[in-house]
Every structure is written in C-alpha cells, then in structure tokens.
C-alpha cells in the first residue's frame, strides 16, 4: 500500500458525504487518523481502506492502485479456474495471470515477475520443484513469493527450504486459508470478514 494520505474533504468525495460527517468518524474514533502540526485531520491509504472494508463501503479503484500480481500454474484447467475465481472475489487487490505448465510460467515470468507464484508440485514436463529453483537462481525473481500445492507427494522441508516456498497446502484444502496466506505474504489488508471460500480437491 502507499502512503499517500488523504484530507476529510477527499474522503467525503470518495464516501459522497459530507466532509463533517469524516470528522466525525475520525472524533468518534471508528476512522483512523493523524492531526498535522498545522490542525488538519489526515488518513493513510491503509487506514481508509480497512475503514471502507469495516463498514462495507464499496473501494473505488483508485485507492487499490497498486494491485499484486498472481501466476497461477497448474496443468489442470478446472484447478486454474477455481484458484483465479477465488483470487477474484478480491479482484481489488489482486491480478491473475495464468500458466499451464513449468514451460509457459517460465515464459510468463520471464516477461514480467509476479508478486505471487501459485503453483502445482507435480506438473508433467518441468514440474513445480524445477521452477522454483530456477527463480531462486536469477537475481530479478530470487524474491517472488511462492505458494505451492499439491494432490500427491508432498514436498519435504528441505525441498520446501532448499526452493524458496513459503506456504504449502496439500489437496483438498481450503481455498479462504490459501487466499489468507497470499495476502498474509503479499501485505494485503483483506476485510476480516472475508467469505469463507470452498475447498480446493
């Protein structure tokens, strides 16, 4: 998230109330807020943007401007359509991009690195293991986050250590817990309500 700050008579555009109604908030404490030294109330980006999620306020897409990047590789289409469905109840936050196989996230990531890999272990042709190391060998995708999945052999710690992956989740698991552990690495404020997600087989 920015730090870009925002003035009451900004949040009342973004709110369509009144710029007394922000102070408000703010005085009432339900919004977050810093007095400069001058007397003039301001909000972080964050802050507005866990108020808005808070209270159910629909977030214009200015203020979720800087969207984090998914690659989704999986040589499965169901699987890829159910991940980028989930990904997308919270299209605010997030862009999809999508991979079919080591091959083509290769190519992918070679075109511009994602925030987030989000790939199957056992793949046909370069698998998910052989991808992951191959990032963590070039300087420019040694720090992309990555969250891998998998139906069948579950990958050892020291292949897990040895390969940069920073959440595993056997199938079936939970598609919310997964979401969870993306925004978790990624520094996304999901809503504490968030649906519950159905589960990935």
Known sequence: ???????????????????????NWIDSGK???YVTPGGHRRV?????VEFLQKFQIP????????KKTIL???DEPDSVRLLERAFLKHREFFEIRRASGGVEALVEIGKQAPDLLVLDIVMPGLDGLA????????PQTSKVKIIAVSGRRPPSEKEIKSNGIHAFF??????????AAAAKLLDVPLPAGSKKES???
Do not use: G, H, N, W
């Open 31 to 33: 919004l977050k807020a």
């Open 44 to 48: 972080t980006r964050q802050d507005l």
């Open 72 to 74: 989704i590789v999986d």
């Open 199 to 201: 589960s990935f087989k």
């Open 170 to 179: 056997k199938k079936p698991f939970s598609l919310a817990d997964l979401i």
């Open 1 to 23: 998230m920015s730090d870009k700050t925002y003035t009451t008579t900004e949040i009342s555009r973004i709110c369509d109330v009144y710029p007394a109604t922000v102070i």
């Open 131 to 138: 991808v992951c190391a191959r990032l963590r060998e070039m």
């Open 59 to 66: 977030i214009p897409p200015e203020l979720v401007s800087d």
